[in-house]
Every structure is written in structure tokens, then in C-alpha cells.
């Protein structure tokens, strides 16, 4: 069954470094999130893409976030100055269309920052 | 706003017993509402949903869910537990308009079985 890949599985990085965080979706899926889940914390929305373009985003996804789908099957969050309260891990998603069908997710990228 | 708890951080229950993991959601329309497992160092996978279909729902490895709109709950059980049930269960809600593609999710509980 195909799935959605995120890399890397860890990824360590210093307070004000930039972070990449990669993503493939399912290959004939048009519908892309990214999630967070803080240590002890409830999973969170951070946005949503489809088109090329964001189609929605929640207040944690300020300016330092920004996601991109560079070549037609990646799917990038870039994290532009790292704070240490980023430290989490962060979920890919995608599905193939608006309707009732279920997000996929990867098995997460968990991002810790120094 | 959308909204769930989920009742219970932690639950643990014997090999061969009931399973009961609670969901109280809250939403001004209609939701449809989710239980996603994480087993450890995978992702989340969806074991069911609700869409206001059938209000008894039916997953996978044995799980069902009943959505009550009279109780706002959505309850996961499985009549009888297997080790490898072992995971942690999240309840999530998306609102209609949005068709499921932003999920509020609860807490999470984790299930321990124990042989």
C-alpha cells in the first residue's frame, strides 16, 4: 500500500538555524497538511496545501513557517530561525481529493532544537 | 469552535477484555469525527470514521464507534483486547465544511493490555 515518506526521522538542530522538513505524499494525492505534536501535547493543525498554493493555516503557522511543493512529488515545511519551543514532531498528511476521504499520515519527522 | 476530550490519558486493560476508550467532541454543526492509532515510531493510522452514515461504525482489527449527537460522544471499544492492541488512540473532529482535511484532535489515550 503506498504511504507517505518523511525525512529525515530526526533531525537536530541549533536555536536560529533554518530547518527543512521533507515530505512525499502518496503520488495521486492533490490535498497536503502539516502537524505538530508537542512532547505531552494534543496533535495540532499547522496548514494545509493544495493547488500550490496554502489553503489554510492556523496561528502557530507565522512567518517563520513556510511550506513549498518544489518538484511535483516532495512536500516541504521550512522552519526559517529554529526556537527552542519548536521542538516536536511534525506530521506530513496528504488525500486524494475534498471529500470525505481520510488523511494518510508519514510517520513523522521529530525535530529537537538546542 | 470544534473541540474533543478524551477521557483518560492512560487506560489499561486485560488480554480478552472489553476495550472502552472515551470521546466527547464539540462542535456547532454536524461533525465527522475519527479515531486515528499510533503505534510507537509509525504515524497515525485511521481506524475509522464517522460521516453520518451509519451512526455505528465499523474499523479496522475489530474496532467500532457509535456516534450519539444526544451524548456528543463517539466512544471506541473492541469486545476483546489483543496484545497487540498496545498503542495510543486519538479522537479527532473536522467540521463539514472543511470534509475532514483539518482534524482537531483530542489528547490521545494510550492502551496498555496486559497478558
Known amino acids: 500500500e503506498p504511504e507517505v515518506t518523511q525525512t529525515p526521522s530526526h533531525q537536530v538542530t541549533q536555536m536560529g538555524q533554518e530547518v527543512i522538513l521533507r515530505c512525499v505524499p502518496i503520488s495521486n494525492h492533490l490535498y497536503f497538511y502539516w502537524y505538530r505534536q508537542i512532547l505531552g501535547q494534543k496533535v495540532e493543525f499547522l496548514v494545509s496545501f493544495y493547488n500550490n498554493e496554502i489553503s489554510e493555516k492556523s496561528e502557530i503557522f507565522d512567518d517563520q513557517f513556510s511550506v513549498e511543493r518544489p518538484d511535483g512529488s516532495n512536500f516541504t515545511l521550512k522552519i526559517r530561525s529554529t526556537k527552542l519551543e519548536d521542538s516536536a514532531m511534525y506530521f506530513c498528511?496528504?488525500?486524494?481529493?475534498?471529500?470525505?476521504?481520510?488523511?494518510?499520515f508519514g510517520n513523522g519527522t521529530r525535530l529537537t532544537v538546542t | 469552535a470544534q473541540s474533543v476530550t478524551q477521557l483518560g490519558s492512560h487506560v489499561s486493560v486485560s488480554e480478552g477484555a472489553l476495550v472502552l476508550l472515551r470521546c466527547n467532541y464539540s462542535?456547532?454543526?454536524?461533525?465527522?469525527l475519527f479515531w486515528y492509532v499510533q503505534y510507537p515510531n509509525q504515524g497515525l493510522q485511521l481506524l475509522l470514521k464517522?460521516?453520518?452514515?451509519?451512526?455505528l461504525v465499523k474499523g479496522i482489527n475489530g474496532f467500532e464507534a457509535e456516534f450519539k449527537k444526544s451524548e456528543t460522544s463517539f466512544h471506541l471499544t473492541k469486545p476483546s483486547a489483543h496484545m497487540s492492541d498496545a498503542a495510543e488512540y486519538f479522537c479527532?473532529?473536522?467540521?463539514?465544511?472543511?470534509?475532514?482535511?483539518?482534524?482537531?484532535f483530542g489528547q490521545g489515550t494510550e492502551l496498555s493490555v496486559k497478558p
Open positions: 464517522y460521516t453520518s452514515a451509519a451512526t
Open positions: 462542535s456547532s454543526v454536524p461533525p465527522y
Open positions: 498528511a496528504s488525500r486524494p481529493d475534498r471529500g470525505n476521504s481520510p488523511l494518510h
Open positions: 479527532a473532529v473536522s467540521d463539514r465544511d472543511n470534509q475532514g482535511g483539518k482534524l482537531i
